[in-house]
C-alpha cells in the first residue's frame, strides 16, 4: 500500500512539473501581429483636375456652311474629372460665346458625363493628356434667331418693334468616344427635336439616328 502511494505521488509531481514547463499561450503576440496589419492600398491614389477648352467641336450639329462656320461662335468647354487609374468620371459645361453676326444671333450650351479611362490628366500641367476611352450621356441645345433690322446703318438698335424668326435644335445623345492626339471619334445613337419660328408660327420636327463623327482639333 505504501509502495502504491508512492506511486500516485510521483506520478502527480511529474504531471505538475510538466504544467509548470509548458509555454505560456502567444495571445499578446498574436494581438501584436493583428493590430500591425495595414489595409490600406497604397497604390490607389484618387486624382483630379479642371480643364478649359476653347477647340471644342460639336459632335452631331445641324450641317452649315463654310460662311457660318468662319463666323460661328467660339465654344468653350470646363470639365471635371477625378478618377484613380483604372476609372474615371468627368463632367463638361460648354457654352457659346460670341454668336452675333449682324441680325443673327447664335447661342449655344450643353453639358455631358463621362465614365472610361484617359479622363485625367497626369500631374504635369505642361504634359498633354493622352488617349482616352470613355462612354458619354450629353445634351446639346442651339439657337440661331434672325431679327431683320436688329442693327440701323449706323451700327446702334435698330426699332423697338421687330420681327424675328427662330431656329431650336436640341440633340439628346448617348455613345462611345475614342481620342487621341487631338482626334475625336464617337459613335453614339442620337435624338433630335427641332422648333422653327416664322412670325407667328412654329413648326416642330422630331428625329432620330446613329451617327459616327471624326474630328480633329486644329
Known sequence: ??????????????????????????????????????????????????????????????????????????RVELEFAAGDGDLDVSFA????????????????????????????????????RGSSTYVFVASDDEALTWQPGQRSEFGGQGPSLQLQDRVEVGDMSVGVTYERSGVQASLAYVEREESTTIGRETFNQNESFTGLTVTMRR
Do not use: H, Y
Open 1 to 74: 500500500m505504501l509502495a502504491g502511494g508512492a506511486l500516485a505521488a510521483a506520478l502527480f509531481g511529474a504531471s505538475v512539473a510538466f504544467a509548470q514547463e509548458a509555454p505560456a499561450p502567444a495571445t499578446e503576440a498574436s494581438q501584436t501581429s493583428v493590430d500591425q496589419i495595414d489595409f490600406t492600398d497604397n497604390q490607389t491614389v484618387l486624382r483630379r483636375n479642371v480643364t478649359m477648352r476653347s477647340d471644342v467641336a460639336q459632335r452631331f450639329g445641324p450641317a452649315s456652311g463654310e460662311n457660318e462656320q468662319a463666323q460661328g461662335p467660339r
Open 93 to 128: 459645361q460648354r457654352a457659346s460665346l460670341g454668336g452675333e453676326n449682324g441680325d443673327i444671333n447664335r447661342a449655344g450650351r450643353g453639358s455631358e458625363v463621362r465614365i472610361g479611362r484617359g479622363l485625367v490628366s497626369e500631374d504635369s500641367t505642361n504634359a498633354p
